[in-house]
Antibody
Framework: QVELQQSGPGLVKPSQTLSLTCAISGDSVSSNSAAWNWIRQSPSRGLEWLGRTYYRSKWYNDYAVSVKSRITINPDTSKNHFSLQLNSVTPEDTAVYYC?????????WGQGTLVTVSS | QAVLTQPSSLSASPGASASLTCTLRSGINVGTYTIYWYQQKPGSPPQYLLRYRSDSDKLQGSGVPSRFSGSKDASANAGILLISGLQSEDEADYYCMIWHSSASVFGGGTKLTVL
């Protein structure tokens, strides 16, 4: 059974960096069949895919065009987790953030972290 | 114009069928895409229901009843989620999704009310 456990602050100041981590159990971040995604959800923007990291003999990343200039998703094989960094946040980045495994489809989701961007 | 457009709400009676549409933006041909469908209930993340590309290329989620099925309407350039024999537990938000240019794109969701 795969479990994803998210951690990170729930409050970030405008212009600062949002950082979240997703710890994986029951699978490996280096899996050759899975990809590791971040998806957020807010009333104003709905469900929004942010990006993913995956290993297929080497590491790859895909990012949404809307955040491409501000986002980094990194795997950490020593800790079997992956992280999200979103720079220069604004109140529009306020949302529930989910880490999600993708193996043919989005099958396992983290518990969600409400991140509020406010001074 | 959004890549995927879904009606914001739909109501149907218990025992009836509900057809949820997901219309692709003009210029994006539904025939070349796999449409994914997710169900979300309050307080929980979305859950995978099924994906549909064609009758020979589809995948039902584990434990998802067969009364949930997918199809396409090429004339409307849309993917369709059909729910037959509606039950009160089917009341939820439903999202369609595609992979478009190596990025996942979600529709705005349809709130299904069963009353």
């Amino acid at each position: 059974q795969v479990e994803l456990q998210q951690s990170g602050p729930g409050l970030v100041k405008p212009s600062q960096t949002l950082s979240l981590t997703c710890a994986i159990s029951g699978d490996s971040v280096s899996s050759n069949s899975a990809a590791w995604n971040w998806i957020r959800q807010s009333p104003s923007r709905g469900l929004e895919w942010l990006g993913r990291t995956y290993y297929r003999s080497k590491w790859y990343n895909d990012y949404a065009v809307s955040v491409k200039s501000r986002i980094t998703i990194n795997p950490d094989t020593s800790k079997n987790h992956f992280s999200l960094q979103l720079n220069s946040v604004t109140p529009e980045d306020t949302a529930v953030y989910y880490c999600v495994r993708e193996d043919s489809y989005f099958d396992y989701w983290g518990q969600g972290t409400l991140v509020t961007v406010s001074s | 114009q959004a890549v995927l457009t879904q009606p914001s709400s739909l109501s149907a009676s218990p025992g009836a069928s509900a057809s949820l549409t997901c219309t692709l933006r003009s210029g994006i041909n539904v025939g070349t895409y796999t449409i994914y469908w997710y169900q979300q209930k309050p307080g929980s993340p979305p859950q995978y229901l099924l994906r549909y590309r064609s009758d020979s290329d589809k995948l039902q989620g584990s434990g998802v009843p067969s009364r949930f099925s997918g199809s396409k309407d090429a004339s409307a350039n849309a993917g369709i989620l059909l729910i037959s024999g509606l039950q009160s537990e089917d009341e939820a938000d439903y999202y369609c999704m595609i992979w478009h240019s190596s990025a996942s794109v979600f529709g705005g969701g349809t709130k299904l009310t069963v009353l």
